[in-house]
């Protein structure tokens, strides 16, 4: 892949990450970004570009994605901001991505061009049998999961090589507020995913051929499938705080436990475990302690 690969949405966290695994393997980025994120870090560094627009305009759009060898589509209003709004919401979730497809089709481009949707657009699942496959129906229940099944519905009648990913919560190693309410009941099926292999995933869905066409389920495996009061009773555990404060949805959310057989057979991304996940919080807290 000697073209840049482009990653809209690309100057923040995650957009970070995979722009220096791409960059530790020689590989040229394109960052397209609004104006008015922070870009420290990327502009003027090798093999660095950066296109600052809105994904919402087509023109700059058109730009960012002229040349590229792939396109890791991250751009996207996320709760609870997406739900404020929800003009706002599908004026960039959807028709943002109708303008990438668009540009790709107009410049005859056969990059891949991976779109990062959420296991939220099969709604509540928790009278279902597990694991959630992806032929489950899918049944928004906030506008942010109908925004990315919209956005779904535009790439599979396009005919550009998509790649869908389907992501669980992510697990991300950091010490953190909790959420509040957590988006799931005490008892509800959760299965999360470890944040760098959701990053993983994604750099491998540009990068193999066996990935174009596909939907998949990303989520942690075996090791990360507990309940929600698991999740919720360790993470206030590894913070040394009273469990008590948590407090849980009184109805289930849109978490479960999911079928990843496929893309973990394609893509190769679980690789940390939910003990290593707990490791890691560990270390991260004792640090604070000793400092």
Do not use: C
């Amino acid at each position: 892949m000697s073209n840049p690969v482009l990653i809209t949405g690309g100057a923040g966290s995650v957009g970070r990450q995979l722009a220096a695994m791409f960059l530790a393997e020689g590989r040229p980025v394109r960052i397209f970004d609004l104006p008015f994120m922070d870009f420290t870090g990327l502009e003027g560094e090798p093999n660095v570009e950066v296109v600052k627009g809105d994904i919402t305009d087509s023109e700059s759009v058109s730009e960012a994605v002229h040349n590229v060898g792939g396109i890791l589509h991250l751009a996207a209003l996320l709760p609870p901001a997406s739900e404020r709004d929800r003009d706002k919401t599908f004026a960039v979730n959807v028709e943002g991505t109708r303008n990438i497809v668009d540009a790709l089709t107009t410049q005859a481009s056969k990059a891949p061009l991976v779109f990062t949707s959420s296991i939220s657009t099969y709604g509540d699942t928790s009278n279902e049998s597990d694991p959630i496959s992806i032929n489950q129906p899918q049944n928004a229940i906030d506008i942010y999961a109908d925004s990315k099944i919209a956005g779904e519905k535009i790439l599979i009648g396009s005919g550009v090589n998509f790649v869908i990913l389907r992501i669980a919560s992510i697990a991300v190693p950091a010490f953190l507020e909790p959420p509040e309410p957590w988006p799931f009941t005490s008892a509800q099926r959760v299965e999360m995913v470890h944040r760098d292999d959701v990053a993983d995933a994604i750099k491998s869905s540009v990068e193999n051929p066996e990935a174009v066409g596909n939907i998949f389920n990303i989520a942690g495996g075996s090791t990360w499938r507990l309940t929600g009061k698991d999740y919720v009773e360790d993470f206030f555990n590894f913070m040394g705080a009273p469990v008590g404060m948590a407090v849980y949805r009184e109805e289930p959310g849109w978490n479960d436990w999911y079928d990843t057989t496929e893309s973990q057979k394609i893509l190769k991304y679980q690789n940390r475990s939910y003990d290593f996940y707990s490791g890691e919080m560990k270390s991260i807290v004792e640090a604070m302690m000793a400092e």
